[in-house]
């Protein structure tokens, strides 16, 4: 799973970056391999992944992108230890970003991509695990 993460991860980003979308051909070939990695491993612990959820759902309440759900989601599912960390590392990504944007541009950005906060985060999160 994490080797078709990583191949998609460079055309996800360049997609995210240019539209603001993530296209759902990359969603339906990481699901396709995210099915596979499931059925062969099993799925993470009920509690956490229930919170993933909940978070998500807050996510999704403010306006993030459904591309970038499904995106978390995948990688939720399919990865089963400590998916706060992840998640805590995707968020601080996504915060070092805005400032960068808010550094290069002067103003507060209304939308950023992402997906390259996602990937970062993944990366780093497979790291220190």
């Known amino acids: 799973m994490d080797f078709a993460l990583l191949v998609l991860a460079i055309p996800l980003c360049i997609a995210d970056i240019n539209s603001f979308v993530i296209p759902n051909i990359y969603s339906k070939i990481l699901f396709y391999v995210g099915f596979i990695h499931i059925w062969i491993h099993g799925i993470a612990r009920v509690r956490e992944v229930l ?5 998500l759902s807050l ?3 403010f306006g993030t992108g459904m591309g970038d759900i499904k995106l978390l989601t995948l990688i939720i599912l ?9 998640l805590g590392f995707v968020f601080f990504l996504a915060i070092v970003h805005i400032v960068v944007l808010v ?3 002067r103003r507060i950005p209304t939308k950023i991509p992402l997906a390259p906060s996602i990937f970062l985060g993944l990366a780093t999160y497979l790291a220190t695990r």
């Open 59 to 61: 996510l999704l309440f």
């Open 51 to 55: 919170l993933a959820v909940a978070i």
């Open 78 to 86: 399919t990865h089963s230890s400590n998916i706060l960390n992840f």
């Open 103 to 105: 550094g290069i541009h």
